[in-house]
């Protein structure tokens, strides 16, 4: 699955230049975005906590609820030529598991809330395969680090999000977005952006 996906993002980034006759050259090098993206990494895995809860203790343990604000993010990117943007971003997320322990009679007996607040930066490499004066079709790659403040001791760990296919249209200066891919920032994602 890795390797599709690794080839399909070369054969798109190698294909990007040869679209140039469809791409809008002119306009905006600057953009600011703000985002909000649902079914995260870290969504899902606290979901697969709490069944691992459930499994590991034979039923005794159980989630009751999982609540999570979603991802929001804050990007700048740079247009570096007519179809490549680079720039940086971070992210935050916070999710809650809330366990409930049961008795032999499954009675609940006590309950548990563990929250799980994820905070990342990263670089973005977006690649414009059509690009009009009020609309852009794009594939997006972000790479960088998170850390969650769930523990004593919170540490560095890799982070992704890998934006297959992403839409933009509006204005020329002001336009909304949304993204499908999958990643920190979340399988379906979308905001708002400012070029200039």
């Known amino acids: 699955m890795k390797r599709i996906i690794a080839v399909l993002i070369g054969i798109m980034l190698l294909g990007a230049p040869a679209l ?3 791409q809008y050259n002119d306009g905006p090098r600057n953009d600011i975005n703000v985002s909000y993206g649902y079914i995260t990494i870290p969504q899902m895995a606290a979901v697969l906590g709490g069944v691992f809860v459930a499994a590991f203790s034979l039923g005794n343990a159980a ?11 804050l990007e700048y990117l740079h247009r570096t030529n007519n179809w490549l943007w680079l720039g940086l971003g971070a992210s935050g997320e916070k999710d809650t598991l809330v366990i409930d322990t049961k008795d032999s009679d499954g009675n609940v007996t006590g309950s548990s809330n ?4 994820t905070a990342s930066v990263f670089g973005t490499a977006k690649a414009n395969w059509l690009r009009r004066r009020k609309m852009a079709m794009y594939t997006k790659l972000s790479g960088g680090v998170f850390t969650t403040f769930d523990k004593e001791d919170p540490s560095l760990s890799p982070s992704f999000q890998l934006s297959l296919l992403g839409l933009e249209a509006g204005g020329e200066n002001f336009r909304g977005f949304v993204e499908l891919g999958v990643g920190m920032h979340g399988i379906l994602s979308g905001g708002f952006k400012y070029l200039f």
């Open 114 to 117: 563990t929250d799980i607040l």
């Open 63 to 73: 989630p009751s609820e999982i609540y999570s604000t979603g991802s929001i993010q």
């Open 20 to 22: 140039k006759a469809q």
